[in-house]
């Protein structure tokens, strides 16, 4: 009996160990075994010249203050130059909107070959460019800058007899410069004398005439904003609010109730007491009817008037 218990306890012994051998080893496997990753597809690549520096506008583009880098060629931008010699051997060229670091040189952006820095390459086709004179209160302060939009507020002086008004005359325009100043890096206020703007050619027209007639302001937008407000024209009596023509019109209004409610009361009164029948002869030449005699009672609420017709009394008429 003793014999039998000690093969069994050295028979679990040698699987023990025999267990513990085949797990180690089966680990040292699995830390021996090389993980091959799937190869990354190859990215199609070629150069693209940048800015190697900030390019304001004006500035002529150099060889030094160019470099190619590699891009992808399946997002290459429209307009973008391949080679610096693409940029420069054709003559030269000018910056005519901002250009940062690493930035793309892009067709657009610069001035054609001899060109120099001008407004009207500035100009979108088919837009116009159109100068405005401003002051500092007209002007927003000198807060607006080039690249900003604005609306364009139309004020009429009230001559001829007409009332003081203010229309919206044209919203989201660009401005393209103050005074001889395109640079759209521009941070700081300036006050200026003239704003140019784009804006179409009939929109040029407008505010050629609107200068002549009235008075133009500027109304700064928000950067990015496409809001569009409906056209609404402001006249001089909605700029006060006093309560002396308030209280005129709540007179007028509880006169006019009590009037129609007395004549209520008058006709209640008749029809609860009838007058008695009376026979009367009535010449044919001198018939007599009875014809409503009516007024009429005005009252005026902001800018819009009210018409109230009151009957007053009887009259009789042959």
């Known amino acids: ?39 990354t597809p190859a990215v199609a690549t070629s150069t693209i010249v940048v800015a190697a520096t900030n390019l304001g506008y004006g500035v002529p583009l150099q060889q030094e203050t160019l470099r190619e880098i590699p891009w992808p060629t399946a997002s290459v931008p429209d307009g973008a130059y391949a080679k610096i010699s693409d940029v ?38 088919g837009m116009r460019a159109v100068a405005v004179r401003v002051n500092d209160v007209v002007g927003v302060g000198g807060f607006v800058l080039p690249g900003d939009r604005i609306d364009l507020l139309y004020t009429r002086n009230g001559n001829n007899g007409q009332a003081p008004s203010t229309d919206t005359l044209i919203q989201n325009v660009r401005v393209l410069a103050i005074d001889q100043e395109a640079d ?46 409906a056209a609404q024209r402001v006249v001089e009596a ?58 009429t009672v005005g009252v005026t609420r902001g800018t819009k008037r009210e018409i109230y017709e009151v009957p007053l009394e009887k009259r009789a008429t042959q």
Not at 105 to 119: F, H
Not at 200 to 212: F, G, V, Y
Request: hydrophobic share 50%; glycine share 4%.
């Open 184 to 229: 759209q890096k521009k941070d700081q206020p300036l006050v200026v004398k003239v704003v140019t703007l784009e804006v179409n050619s009939l929109d040029a027209q407008k505010i050629a005439l609107a200068q002549s007639t009235g008075s133009l302001s500027l109304s700064l937008r928000a950067a990015g904003s496409l809001d569009k407000a």
């Open 88 to 125: 420069l051997t054709d003559g030269r060229h000018v910056v005519l909107s901002p250009i940062s670091p690493n930035e793309p040189i892009l067709k657009w952006k610069i001035s054609g070959p001899g060109a120099r820095a001008s407004l009207s390459a500035l100009v979108t086709d």
């Open 1 to 39: 009996m003793r014999s039998n218990i000690v093969i069994m306890f050295v028979l679990a012994v040698v699987s023990g160990g025999i267990a513990v051998f085949l797990a180690n080893v089966w680990l040292n496997g699995q830390n021996q075994q090389v993980i091959v990753a799937a190869p």
């Open 238 to 295: 909605e700029l006060v609010s006093s309560p002396s023509i308030y209280e005129a019109e709540i007179d007028a209004e509880k006169a006019a109730r009590a009037k129609l409610e007395a004549k209520l009361k008058a006709a209640e009164l008749a029809a609860a007491n009838p007058p008695k029948a009376t026979t009367e002869v009535v010449e044919p030449a001198a018939f007599v009817t009875q014809t409503d005699v009516n007024t």
